[in-house]
Nanobody, 118 residues
């Protein structure tokens, strides 16, 4: 069973930065692909940033140029550097993982709250 544990959320003013981390364990020697999702109150969950099976990062349009996702396979961690944060980035952020040969994310972390104030 894959376990994902997020850390690094918090409150910041508009224009500030935060870094989220996700530690993965329990997946043995398989190749997992990881990503970040977020869900704001009253809104649907949306994908934010992903590491594709090729290793190439992919982002939702609204965070391009501001967020950077990276995966350290040696440490089994996924990070999300968030710069120039905006109030609309306020949400619960979730780390998720899937087997790279599958398209569906099977495992989810507990979430970490990010709040951006004006």
């Amino acid at each position: 069973q894959v376990r994902l544990v997020e850390s690094g959320g918090g409150s910041v003013q508009s224009g500030g930065s935060l870094r989220l981390s996700c530690a993965a364990s329990g997946y043995g020697y398989g190749n997992i692909c990881m990503g970040w999702f977020r869900q704001a109150p009253g809104k649907e969950r949306e994908g934010v940033a992903f590491i594709m099976s090729t290793g190439v990062p992919n982002y939702v349009e609204s965070v391009k140029g501001r967020f950077t996702v990276s995966q350290d396979n040696g440490k089994n961690t996924l990070s999300l550097q968030m710069n120039s944060l905006k109030p609309e980035d306020t949400a619960m952020y979730y780390c998720a993982a899937r087997w790279c040969y599958r398209s569906d994310y099977m495992w989810w972390g507990q979430g970490t709250q990010v709040t951006v104030s004006l």
